[in-house]
C-alpha cells in the first residue's frame, strides 16, 4: 500500500492515510458491506470501480463544485486528495422515496422536515430532490435532521450553499445516469473547507456504495427496487436465513463472479469507459 504514508483513520471498506501536512491518501479496498455488515469474501477489482467512478464524477462536478481530488495513483484504487476541514454533517440528496427518507414519511409525511404529498408510495420519484442532512454518527447510523440543526452545526450561510451544491450536483449526475439506464435514487456527499474558506467537495462521489443506484429498466414504485450492485449479494444472503450478525457469511464464486460484473457494468454505463481501459491507464476518467 501507500510507502510512508500514516494510517489515519478506516472507513467500513476504505482506509485513511496522511501523506503529509496538506495531502490525504484515501484506499479503496475490495471489500463488501450488506446490511451493515463488512464480509469476509471480498469481490474483485469493487475498490478500482468505485475509485475510478469517484474520479470521473469529480472530473465532470468540477464547475459546480471544486472537490478534492489530486490525482488517481497507478492502482486504480487510491486517491490523493487535499486535506479539509470537514463539516460535520451528512449531506443526502434524495430524488426518489427510499430507505429512511421512506420510513420518515410513512411516519410523519415529511422527510427531514420536508413536507410532502400524501399518499406518495415506495420508491416514488419526488416532485423534486429534497437536501436531507444527517448527522455523522460515530457508531450505528447517521439521524436524520432538519435544516435549523443543520444550520446550528455549520451556520446558516455555509449550509445554504451545501444545499444549492448538493442539489446542483445530484441533479447533473442523475439525469447523466438515467440517460444510461441507471437510477440514482439518493445520494450522499460529504463536504470541506479549504484554508482560504472555499467549500469543496470531498470523500467519495455518486459511487455505488454512497448512493443507491437502480436498474431504470426494472423501475417498478410501489415497493423496494432491486439493488443495481448488490442484489445477488443480498439475495444469496437471504436465502440463507442469515441473522445479520457479524461476520456474516461467505460468498460463493458465482455470486462474486456475478456481483463483480454488475459493478463494472455500472462503472462501464456510467463512464462510457471499457473497464480495461480503466486499469491500463486510471487517468483515462479525468479526460
Ligand atoms: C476525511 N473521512 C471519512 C473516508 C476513512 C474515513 N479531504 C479530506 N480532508 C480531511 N478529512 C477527510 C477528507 C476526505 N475525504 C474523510 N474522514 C476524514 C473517511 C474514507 C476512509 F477511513
Redesign the pocket.
Known amino acids: 500500500m501507500p510507502e510512508a504514508a500514516l494510517h489515519v ?3 467500513k471498506v ?3 492515510y496522511a501523506l503529509d501536512d496538506d495531502r ?1 491518501l ?1 484506499f479503496a479496498s475490495d471489500r463488501i458491506s450488506t446490511f451493515d455488515v463488512v464480509l469476509t469474501t471480498e469481490i474483485p477489482d469493487k475498490g478500482r470501480v468505485l475509485c475510478g467512478l469517484s474520479a470521473f464524477w469529480f472530473a465532470r462536478t468540477d464547475e459546480i463544485c471544486p472537490n ?1 481530488l489530486l490525482a488517481v495513483r497507478a492502482d486504480g484504487r487510491s486517491m490523493e ?4 476541514e ?1 463539516l460535520p454533517i451528512e449531506c443526502v440528496v434524495r430524488g426518489y422515496l427510499a430507505g429512511s427518507g421512506w420510513k420518515d414519511y410513512m411516519r410523519t409525511g415529511a422527510v427531514c422536515g420536508h413536507e410532502l404529498p400524501a399518499a406518495l408510495r415506495e420508491s416514488d420519484r419526488l416532485p423534486q430532490p429534497l437536501f436531507t442532512p444527517a448527522t455523522k454518527a460515530e457508531e450505528g447510523h447517521d439521524e436524520n435532521i432538519d435544516l435549523e440543526t443543520a444550520a446550528g452545526l455549520v451556520g446558516a450561510d455555509r449550509l445554504a450553499e451545501v444545499q444549492a451544491t448538493a442539489l446542483s450536483l445530484y441533479r447533473f449526475a442523475a439525469a447523466h445516469a438515467l440517460e444510461r439506464g441507471i437510477v440514482i435514487a439518493d445520494t450522499k456527499f ?1 463536504f ?1 473547507v479549504d484554508g482560504g474558506g472555499t467549500l469543496v467537495l ?2 467519495e462521489a455518486f459511487t455505488p456504495d454512497s448512493s443507491r443506484f437502480w436498474p431504470a429498466d426494472e423501475y417498478s414504485p410501489g415497493g423496494p427496487q432491486p439493488s443495481f450492485d448488490k442484489q445477488f449479494v443480498r439475495d444469496y444472503c437471504e436465502s440463507l436465513g442469515w441473522d445479520k450478525a457479524a461476520p456474516g457469511p461467505a460468498l460463493p464464486e458465482d455470486v462474486v463472479v456475478g456481483t463483480r460484473a454488475r459493478y463494472v457494468e455500472a462503472f462501464e454505463r456510467l463512464t462510457g469507459i471499457g473497464f480495461d481501459r480503466y486499469i491500463d491507464d486510471p487517468d483515462v476518467v479525468l479526460r
Do not use: Q
Not at 81 to 84: A, F, G, I, Q, S
Open positions: 483513520g478506516s472507513g476504505r482506509e485513511l490525504l484515501l478534492h486528495c487535499t486535506r479539509l470537514m460529504e470541506g470531498a470523500d
